[in-house]
T-cell receptor, first 114, second 112 residues
Framework: ETGVTQSPTHLIKTRGQQVTLRCSSQSGHNTVSWYQQALGQGPQFIFQYYREEENGRGNFPPRFSGLQFPNYSSELNVNALELDDSALYLC?????????????FGNGTRLTVT | AQSVSQHNHHVILSEAASLELGCNYSYGGTVNLFWYVQYPGQHLQLLLKYFSGDPLVKGIKGFEAEFIKSKFSFNLRKPSVQWSDTAEYFCAVIGNAGKSTFGDGTTLTVKP
């Protein structure tokens, strides 16, 4: 089975710019969740997409937005980048939106904002 | 609000030593509990999970965890660690809304 893949692996942006990160879910998975992991911290839940709709959101401002496509792949968009947005962004896919669905993670995208 | 606390930030053990990593959570409803592991250079992967039933759950590579409801704890254990267990370990909670909350992780270093 194909695992979760994320692109790009690394990215450098300037404060104020916009960025799009991409994620392909594991084969057969219909739910995608996005996380931000700052250095020395655990993954922080940004939001989850199920059947192309946002289904749950963490404490992130509206400039963090996303999309899920019919093939269940997903994008994370961040507008008006701030220095504190520098982090590892993780995508995880699962089968189903509920709490019984273990997450399968990608390797992440390392975003640096200068 | 959900929260997860992992008390040990960095644990250093010699091979064959026993391991216990603490995890405490807060949540007002029924939760599902997970431990994830991240080996050096690899992605996060599931170690074990608890949904219901027997509070002692077994995972891969000889790991187990015990859910103690009265203590809001889900500690990870392994009787005898190996050098290959060197990794970062994350405890996570998923509540009814499907929202997951992770602890800040414990880095385990096993000395050969």
């Amino acid at each position: 089975e194909t695992g979760v893949t994320q692109s790009p692996t690394h990215l450098i942006k300037t404060r104020g710019q916009q960025v799009t990160l991409r994620c392909s879910s594991q084969s057969g998975h219909n739910t995608v969740s996005w996380y931000q992991q700052a250095l020395g911290q655990g993954p922080q839940f940004i939001f989850q997409y199920y059947r192309e709709e946002e289904n749950g959101r963490g404490n992130f401002p509206p400039r963090f937005s996303g999309l899920q496509f019919p093939n269940y792949s997903s994008e994370l968009n961040v507008n008006a980048l701030e220095l504190d947005d520098s982090a590892l962004y993780l995508c995880a896919s699962s089968l189903g939106q509920g709490k019984n669905s273990p997450l399968h993670f990608g390797n992440g995208t390392r975003l640096t904002v200068t | 609000a959900q929260s997860v606390s992992q008390h040990n930030h960095h644990v250093i053990l010699s091979e064959a030593a026993s391991l216990e990593l603490g995890c405490n959570y807060s949540y007002g409803g029924t939760v599902n509990l997970f431990w994830y592991v991240q080996y050096p250079g690899q992605h996060l992967q599931l170690l074990l999970k608890y949904f219901s039933g027997d509070p002692l759950v077994k995972g891969i590579k000889g790991f187990e965890a015990e859910f103690i409801k009265s203590k809001f704890s889900f500690n990870l254990r392994k009787p005898s660690v190996q050098w290959s267990d060197t990794a970062e370990y994350f405890c996570a909670v998923i509540g009814n809304a499907g929202k997951s909350t992770f602890g800040d992780g414990t880095t385990l270093t096993v000395k050969p």
